[in-house]
C-alpha cells in the first residue's frame, strides 16, 4: 500500500475520531439537529475512506454506527446516555484499529462483533414504536418548512400553482424501496418541482426508510392526476395527497439555515455566498520535518548575525556595517516570528481529549464532575504540544480519583454534589501556563509527612520545621507511594515524579497550590517554543555558559565576606530572605577563574518560589541563542539542557536550571 495515501488517511481519520468523541459528548447534552447532522457526516466520511483503503472491519463498523445515527436523524431514537455509551464504544474500537494501522499497517485482531451486536440490538428493540409513530405521522402531518421553502411556496401560489404533499407506502415485500421510489420520483418530476422529501434524497436513495416517504411537489396539476401516476407504478401499497397551504404553522422553521433532512430548490443568494467565502479559512498541512529544517535555517542566519556583530569594527565602514546589521536582524527576527507561527498550535488540540476523559471516569468513579475548559485558543509549540498530553491526563486523573469526593461526602462538607475541574491556559510573558484545578478535599500535609517520614525521607526533627511548599515537593519525589499507600494521602503521589520529569524536560515547571477541602491547583510553565531563547551569556574559567533568561530573577555583585555557612552549604542574605549558593565551578567541575577574590558576581536563578545564587566569573551580556541538542550520547549529562553554537563557531552549553536547584 502506498504510504503517502496511508498518511493521509490517518492524518484525517484521526480529525474524524476527534469531532466523532466531540459531537457524540455534545450530542449527550444538547441534541439538536446540527451536531446529528456533523456526526453522521464524520463517520459517513470515515466509512467511505477506510472502504476505500480496504479497512473492511473499519468500513463495517462505522455503516453500523450510520445506521443508528440515522434513526436518531430521523427521530425515530431518542438520545440516551446508553446510546451515545454504544456509539462511543465504537469511536473507541476504530481508534484502536487506526492505531493498529498505524503501527502494523492492518486493523489487527480486533473484535467488532460485541459492539457491532450492540448498535444493531438499539436498532431492533425500537422497530414497534417506529411503525406505530410512523402510522401516527402517516394520518397527520404537522411538517414545518424553512424560509426558502416557504419562499418557493408562496412564489408558486403567485403562479396559481399549487404544493402537495404526496404520502406513497410502498408494499412489505417491496424488494428493491429505492428503484421504486425512483420510478415515483421520474413520474412527478414531470408535473412540476419537487421541493423537499422526507426523509432526504440521499437517505431514500441508500434505502434508509421504512416502507414509506413524503414527496413535496409544486404543480398545476391536480389532486386526482398525481394519484394516477403514482398508482400506476408496480409495488406501490397506496397513495395519499394534501394540499400544503402557507400559514403561519407552516412557516415555523428549524432556523435561518435550510433544514437537514430537506431538499430545497436553489435559490441565487450572493451575499450568503460571499459571507461564507470571507469566513472560510484556507489551512495547509505541512510536515513537521519541513518546519525544523526552515527552523534551522533561521537558525544559521541569526548565528551569522551574532558572527558580523562580533566583526572588527573599521571606523570607515561603522555606519554602513551598522545599517546591514540592523537590516539582518530585521530580516531575522520576522522570519523566526512566521516560522514560530507556523509551529504554534492552539492548545485546544490537547484539551478537546478531556471532555471524552472525564466522562467516563465520572461513571467510573460514579461521581458528578463537570468540567470547565478556558484558555483552549491559547498556541503553543507543536512540539510541546505532542508531549504535553500524558502529563496533563495523568493530573486530571489523580483530580477525578482522589481529589473530588464523592456525592456523599461533597453533600456532607456543604458542598454541591457535581465537583468542577477546570483546564485553563493563558500567556504569561514568553512562557504558557497550564492549570489544573479541582474543588475536592485537597492535600493534607500531615499525612504527606508521615509518608515521606516512614519512607526516611525525611526525619522527625526535620520534618517538624519544613514549609508547606517543602512538603509538598514529596509528592514529585521518585518512588514516593504506590497506589494504595497513595489513597491515604489523597492520592496525590501517583506518578507525579514523572509528571515532573516530563514537564522538566519540555524546560518548564510544575508547582502546586492547595487548601484542605477547598481544592488543589497544579500549575505547569511552559516556554512557548523550545528552538530560539534569550539567554544571559557568562564565562566560568575559560569557558562560556547560557543561562536562559526566563529563569533569572536578578544579578547582584557581593563581597566574599557576604557569604555565610549553614549545614555544610553557603548562603547569602538578600533583602532578609536567605538565598543557597552555587559555586559553578565545583558542580561543573571547572578549574578556577580569573575573578577577584573579594568580589564575587552572583546570578539568581528561580524556579516557582525557590531561589538560588550562582556564582560566575563575567558577564558576557545578553544574546538571542539557538538551542541545538547535545545528540543520543550526551543527552543525560547532568545539569546541562543543551548547546549553542556562538558567532566565532564555538559551542556554549546551556544550564539546565532546575537540575541545578
Not at 209 to 218: K, P, S
Not at 593 to 615: A, M, N, Q, Y
Request: glycine share 6%; charged share 30%.
Amino acid at each position: 500500500m502506498d504510504n503517502r495515501y496511508l498518511n493521509v488517511f490517518l492524518e484525517e481519520s484521526t480529525e474524524h475520531i476527534e469531532n466523532l468523541n466531540s459531537n457524540l459528548l455534545n450530542l449527550e447534552k444538547n441534541p439538536t439537529q446540527e451536531v446529528i447532522e456533523e456526526i453522521f457526516r464524520s463517520a459517513h466520511t470515515l466509512k467511505g475512506m477506510a472502504g476505500t483503503m480496504g479497512f473492511n472491519k473499519i468500513s463495517e463498523l462505522t455503516h453500523e454506527m450510520e445506521n443508528l445515527l440515522q434513526e436518531i436523524r430521523s427521530d425515530k431514537l431518542p438520545v440516551t446516555s446508553s446510546v451515545i455509551d454504544v456509539l462511543l464504544e465504537g469511536v473507541d474500537l476504530i481508534q484502536k484499529m487506526l492505531d493498529n494501522i498505524s503501527a502494523e499497517g492492518n486493523e489487527g485482531q480486533v473484535d467488532i462483533a460485541p459492539v457491532v451486536s450492540d448498535l444493531r440490538m438499539f436498532l431492533e428493540g425500537k422497530g414497534e414504536k417506529v411503525s406505530t409513530a410512523s402510522n401516527k405521522a402517516s394520518d397527520k402531518t404537522e411538517e414545518s418548512f424553512n424560509e426558502f421553502e416557504v419562499r418557493i411556496m408562496e412564489e408558486a401560489s403567485k403562479k396559481n400553482l399549487k404544493t402537495w404533499e404526496v404520502l406513497v407506502r410502498l408494499n412489505e415485500d417491496c424488494l428493491l424501496k429505492s428503484a421504486r421510489a425512483f420510478l415515483v420520483f421520474k413520474a412527478l418530476e414531470k408535473f412540476g418541482d419537487i421541493i423537499k422529501t422526507k426523509p432526504h434524497v440521499q437517505d431514500i436513495e441508500d434505502e434508509k426508510f421504512e416502507n414509506e416517504f413524503y414527496i413535496y411537489l409544486v404543480t398545476s396539476k391536480s389532486e386526482k392526476e398525481i394519484l394516477d401516476a403514482v398508482n400506476s407504478i408496480a409495488e406501490i401499497k397506496s397513495v395519499k395527497v394534501k394540499e400544503i397551504k402557507i400559514d403561519e404553522k407552516t412557516k415555523k422553521s428549524e432556523g435561518a439555515k435550510p433544514s437537514p433532512s430537506a431538499q430545497s430548490a436553489p435559490l441565487p443568494d450572493k451575499t450568503a455566498d460571499k459571507a461564507k467565502i470571507k469566513h472560510t479559512t484556507k489551512t495547509l498541512r505541512v510536515d513537521i520535518e519541513r518546519l525544523d529544517n526552515l527552523m534551522n535555517l533561521v537558525s544559521e542566519l541569526i548565528i551569522i548575525k551574532t558572527r558580523l556583530e562580533e566583526q572588527d569594527r573599521s571606523p570607515e565602514h561603522e555606519q554602513k556595517r551598522r545599517e546591514a546589521l540592523e537590516y539582518l536582524a530585521r530580516i531575522t527576527s520576522s522570519l523566526h516570528d512566521a516560522v514560530m507561527k507556523v509551529r504554534m498550535v492552539p492548545i485546544e488540540n490537547v484539551f478537546n481529549r478531556f471532555p471524552r476523559v472525564v466522562r467516563d471516569l465520572s461513571k467510573e468513579l460514579g461521581k458528578q464532575v463537570n468540567l470547565v475548559i478556558e484558555g483552549a485558543e491559547t498556541e503553543l509549540d507543536r512540539t510541546i504540544i505532542d508531549e504535553i498530553g500524558d502529563p496533563l491526563i495523568h493530573l486530571v486523573r489523580n483530580a477525578m480519583d482522589h481529589g473530588i469526593e464523592p456525592p456523599a461526602e461533597r453533600a456532607g462538607k456543604g458542598k454541591p454534589q457535581e465537583g468542577t475541574l477546570k483546564l485553563k491556559a493563558y500567556h504569561d510573558g514568553n512562557n504558557v501556563v497550564i492549570e489544573v484545578s479541582d474543588d475536592g478535599r485537597g492535600i493534607d500535609f500531615e499525612k504527606v509527612l508521615e509518608k515521606a517520614q516512614s519512607l526516611n525521607m525525611v526525619d522527625k526533627i526535620q520534618g517538624k520545621k519544613l514549609k508547606e511548599n517543602e512538603i509538598l515537593n514529596f509528592l514529585f519525589a521518585s518512588g514516593f507511594s504506590t497506589k494504595e499507600e497513595v489513597t491515604d494521602i489523597s492520592g496525590r503521589g501517583v506518578g507525579l515524579d514523572v509528571v515532573k520529569t516530563k514537564i522538566e524536560s519540555l524546560g518548564g515547571t510544575i508547582e502546586v497550590k492547595t487548601k484542605k477541602n477547598e481544592g488543589t491547583t497544579f500549575l505547569i510553565r511552559l516556554p512557548l517554543t523550545l528552538a530560539i531563547i534569550q539567554a544571559l551569556m557568562v564565562e566560568l574559567g575559560k569557558e562560556k555558559y547560557a543561562i536562559p533568561l526566563s529563569s533569572i530573577k536578578e544579578i547582584v555583585i557581593i563581597e566574599k565576606h557576604e557569604l555565610r555557612k549553614v549545614q555544610n552549604g553557603e548562603v547569602i542574605l538578600l533583602r532578609g530572605n536567605v538565598v543557597p549558593i552555587l559555586r559553578l565551578h565545583q558542580v561543573l567541575e571547572i578549574p578556577e577563574g580569573e575573578s577577584d577574590g573579594d568580589i564575587l558576581t552572583v546570578v539568581i536563578v528561580k524556579k516557582g518560589d525557590r531561589e538560588v545564587g550562582l556564582i560566575v566569573d563575567n558577564l558576557l551580556g545578553e544574546q538571542e541563542i539557538v538551542i541545538k541538542s547535545l545528540g543520543n550520547f550526551l543527552k543525560n549529562i547532568k545539569f546541562i539542557a543543551g548547546a549553542t553554537i556562538l558567532g566565532n563557531g564555538q559551542v556554549a552549553l546551556i544550564l539546565d536550571i532546575n537540575a541545578l536547584i
